[in-house]
């Protein structure tokens, strides 16, 4: 493994992130995106998931909100749909909230592993590490350490957490759980080589059943806005302006999503858009830009990555005109 990176002590960390532009073109810029690519066709609708399957891809939702609350959605940005992997992010920040920052980068990693998103080969490549939170393998063991006695504890924990990020009571689709539950059998797999090298602490098939039940957990584009906005914002929610996790929890997740969030194409990702970001297979992704909020989309047709294409391109878009971009920079003029 390789060694972790010292971190100089007693060092204040000053944030300058910029601020949105005013209320107004925010909101004009969020509906000119929505309506640039709402009829884009590319991509086909995730059916390894017999529900997903069913899901209409002419759907297509964004939402902005900034880290003072304001509230600009477009489209079907209130429509629901299974969370899915972007429970990952929110999950892995309540775990680093509980358990910390060392913890977490050794026992679960924080590297890419440049391979598929459900890849059995990235763990015998890394003698059963899993790598990082946000492939299944890694959000697995993430799962595992979530506090509680028993699976519904755990699950009740993570429940309470993702809906604190939310700022509202978010509910499980029974339907979407059955229907992966049927099917999961590549995460059960996953987790049972994860315990083969003694990586799970926990019964297998529990863990891979909390995981399931996460996945299937019901958001909107509006409230992934919020649930990054309250990452952007160093932990506090900025509809509830309840504390959900720590500054520094913030920091630390939105480090490990930049790196792997849209799974083997997370470079390519950063390299264009430069925003933290994570997807799900049923169509969402959040995007978040540290100390000015989030954009929340949701559309069901997938690259072949698994990575929603009409939201990539209207995060993209708004990226390059809100200013978002974390790696770009211009002269005082």
Request: a negative charge; hydrophobic letters at 40%; one cysteine or more.
């Amino acid at each position: 493994m390789v060694e972790p990176i010292p971190q100089p002590s007693g060092v204040t960390q000053e944030v300058a992130t910029g601020t949105l532009p005013a209320w107004a073109q925010v909101e004009e810029l969020v509906r000119e995106a929505h309506q640039r690519y709402r009829d884009h066709d590319e991509g086909a609708v995730a059916d390894y998931i017999p529900i997903l399957a069913e899901t209409d891809p002419r759907l297509f939702g964004l939402a902005v909100i900034d880290r003072t609350g304001g509230v600009h959605d477009a489209g079907d940005a209130r429509h629901p749909f299974s969370v899915q992997s972007i429970s990952k992010l929110f999950v892995c920040a309540l775990v680093i909230e509980e358990l910390g920052h060392d913890l977490v980068r050794d026992r679960i990693g924080v590297n890419n592993t440049g391979l598929a998103f459900n890849s059995v080969m990235a763990i015998e490549l890394n003698d059963g590490h899993p790598m990082n939170p946000m492939v299944n393998a890694g959000a697995i063991a993430t799962t595992a350490l979530m506090p509680g006695e028993t699976s519904a504890e755990k699950w009740e924990h993570i429940r309470d957490g993702l809906s604190a990020f939310a700022g509202r009571t978010l509910r499980m689709d029974g339907q979407v759980y059955r229907s992966e539950a049927r099917t999961n059998e590549r995460n059960k797999a996953l987790a049972r080589l994860l315990s083969s090298y003694g990586r799970l602490d926990e019964d297998p098939l529990e863990v891979v059943d909390i995981y399931t039940r996460q996945c299937a957990i019901t958001v909107t584009a509006h409230d992934l806005a919020v649930m990054g906005a309250t990452l952007a914002s160093g932990g506090i929610n900025p509809v509830t302006g309840d504390r959900v996790v720590s500054p520094e929890v913030c920091r630390d997740t939105l480090a490990t999503v930049a790196s792997s969030g849209l799974y083997e194409r997370s470079g390519e990702w950063l390299f264009e858009i430069g925003l933290p970001a994570k997807s799900g297979v049923a169509g969402g992704i959040v995007a978040v830009a540290p100390g000015k909020g989030a954009v929340g989309a949701f559309s069901p047709p997938l690259d072949r990555a698994g990575n929603s294409i009409r939201s990539q391109l209207a995060i993209g878009h708004l990226s390059r005109s809100l200013g978002l971009n974390l790696f770009a920079s211009a002269p005082d003029s």
